[in-house]
């Protein structure tokens, strides 16, 4: 009986434990779409992250005539402090695009698997963020199997007290004083850590 009270004890503080875990709050706007993926991505796993991606999506993500085509945000929000410049950047993200593109489409209309082309370029720490990065983005587009060009800003943070990192990327093919930018930069704003 006393073995069987321990446990249960034991359980229910494991259980209180992990429900306490700090997380995160990703702002969702009206009528814009959601998504979240367990780390390791199913098309990109060579990402070698522990943790989540949370992704918002325009309400005309797919629309090829809508100004809100292709634009959406999200966050990776991971385990530990990985070393995160321009080049680890660029890295992940050729192989999430390239991943992203063959498991929708099993082959490349150029017959070259390497057709995402990326360049990360640091700049000027944005409020809030530790290291901030603008990226061009050149790949092919899974929806039409057409040329595609993305603009990007990525903004990185530290939580040094729970352990975690959070990657807080917009992604555009619109310029950057478009105003999709607008409300993509108020999910980035309002993006929380902990309760």
């Known amino acids: 009986m006393k073995q069987a009270l321990l446990l249960f004890c034991f359980l229910l503080f494991a259980g209180?434990?992990?429900c306490q875990q700090p997380g995160y709050?990703?702002?969702?706007?009206?009528?814009?779409?959601?998504?979240?993926?367990?780390?390791?991505?199913g098309f990109a796993p060579s990402i070698p992250?522990?943790?989540?991606?949370?992704?918002?999506?325009?309400?005309?993500?797919?629309?090829?005539?809508?100004?809100?085509?292709?634009?959406?945000?999200?966050?990776?929000?991971?385990?530990?402090?990985?070393?995160?410049n321009a080049d680890s950047l660029k890295r992940y993200l050729t192989q999430y695009y390239t991943g992203l593109y063959f498991t929708?489409?099993?082959?490349?209309?150029?017959?070259?698997?390497?057709?995402?082309?990326?360049q990360v370029t640091k700049i000027?720490?944005?409020?809030?963020?530790?290291?901030?990065?603008?990226?061009?983005?050149?790949?092919?587009?899974f929806l039409?199997?057409?040329p595609l060009v993305l603009n990007g800003s990525i903004h990185l943070r530290r939580y040094a007290a729970i352990n975690q990192t959070?990657?807080?990327?917009?992604?555009?093919?619109?310029?950057?004083?478009?105003?999709?930018?607008?409300?993509?930069?108020?999910?980035?704003g309002g993006f929380k850590v902990g309760d």
Do not use: C
């Open 25 to 41: 709050t990703l702002p969702h706007p009206e009528n814009w779409g959601k998504e979240k993926i367990s780390f390791p991505i």
């Open 166 to 188: 959070a990657l807080l990327i917009e992604i555009s093919p619109q310029d950057y004083k478009h105003p999709v930018w607008v409300g993509m930069d108020g999910i980035v």
């Open 144 to 146: 039409n199997k057409q």
């Open 16 to 18: 209180k434990a992990q």
């Open 124 to 141: 000027i720490a944005a409020n809030g963020d530790m290291d901030t990065y603008e990226t061009k983005i050149n790949t092919i587009n």
């Open 49 to 84: 992250f522990k943790g989540m991606e949370e992704i918002r999506f325009t309400p005309r993500w797919g629309d090829i005539k809508s100004e809100d085509y292709w634009s959406y945000t999200f966050v990776w929000f991971i385990e530990g402090a990985p070393v995160i």
């Open 104 to 118: 929708n489409q099993k082959e490349s209309p150029t017959g070259n698997r390497a057709f995402t082309q990326i």
